[in-house]
């Protein structure tokens, strides 16, 4: 049996069509945000008048903050399953996470990185570890998963055999939904002696991530995606690269104490927890939101939320195969596992028309363009992958092959009702 849709804010939300009167918003882009669970909210709400900031109030709120703070971290930790010496780093988002980890890469870390990754897993790499001497292998897009391990494989293989490395990888495409096979990933990366970060931006919302089972170094997802839209995200993994490098952002928060020396400058202590990488007063809601959401998911249970939605993809593919028109995009095949990510294009449309005419016709949410990870689109398209296509860039003329695709996106609180209006509107 499959469960009910999980209640979500915005359900109400009405929008006017070009074609006269209104309908309720089918909300289709939660691989962009999701909307927050109504339990998150109703937490978030209950805990607001609380709020203080944390740490070195000494009054009731500031303390109370605290608690809720540390607890969330225990909680997510939890959520994730951590090991007892994880740590739970918060941050802003998966971008900030894993420019973070990017930041305390040890010297002459080499990294690796499959081109298909979401420009926040793709970029920060040469962004910031070539400063410091690293530098990074880019790995072509494979056509299977086992294709996967065996190009990072033979990729490490032929690395130098010392110094640290570090592999990348997203565990759900954002692009075409699709699973990657994380274990086996996280198996070749040890056996060679490298470490690795899951990207579960996408994968988190969908399916249970458990770092120890999958055996990964550290995970970073967002709390936008994951029903907690209040502008917070997570690192969490091994401690001691995070420990021996020098604080993401120097301030308040991250130093235990600080001192003038004889000679006129300064000397601070560090901390040694997670609070080294968060200076500054920390989104304690945001913080707050996503063990909300941890809590809320475990509740309702992932392998109900998983039937439902993999029922929900059966039905929008099944839908656009009756459109000869339509080509989804797809790395690794239609047998490929998937989450509710799903990207296309429409022969003799331009895209971000296409994209346009469902907001106005049907009230209908989906997005349009290369959604963050130009290479990965581009190869999916076929298009030239040197010049054609950026974000903002007017879409193919018509006739032309297309430069960008549409991409719908659900998941727990999505009424079948969507899809269904999703589906007849693209037929
Ligand atoms: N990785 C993947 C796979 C994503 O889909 C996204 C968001 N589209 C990100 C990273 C970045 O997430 P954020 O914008 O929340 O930093």
Known sequence: SVCAPLPVLGRDVRVPLVTGGEVDYAALDYAASAPALQRVWDDVAAYAPYYG???RGAGYLSQLSTDLFENSRRTIAEFLGCRTDDQVVFTRSTTDSLNLLAAVLPQDTRVFVFETEHHASLLPWEQRGDA???AVTYLNAPRTPGEAVDTLEKALAAREPYGPALVCVTGASNVTGELWPVRELAAAAHAHGARIVLDAAQLAPHHPVDIAELDVDWVAFSGHKLYAPFGAGVLAGRADWLQDAEPY??????SRKVSRRTDGGVDVEWHTTAARHEAGSPNVIGAYSIAAACRALTEAGFD???AREQALIARVRAGLAEVPEVNVLSLFGDDA???GVISF???GWNSSHFAA???AEYGIGVRDGLFCAHPLVRTLLGSDPQTQGECGAPEAAPGEKSLNAIRVSFGAGTPDEHVERFVNAVK
Not at 249 to 254: F, N, S, T, V, Y
Request: aromatic share 0%; no cysteine.
């Open 357 to 359: 005419a469902l907001s």
């Open 53 to 55: 900031s944390v740490h």
């Open 249 to 254: 952002l120097a301030g308040g928060g991250a």
């Open 337 to 339: 596992p998937r989450v």
């Open 345 to 347: 294009v429409v022969e």
């Open 132 to 134: 410091k001497g690293g």
């Open 304 to 306: 109900d939320l998983v």
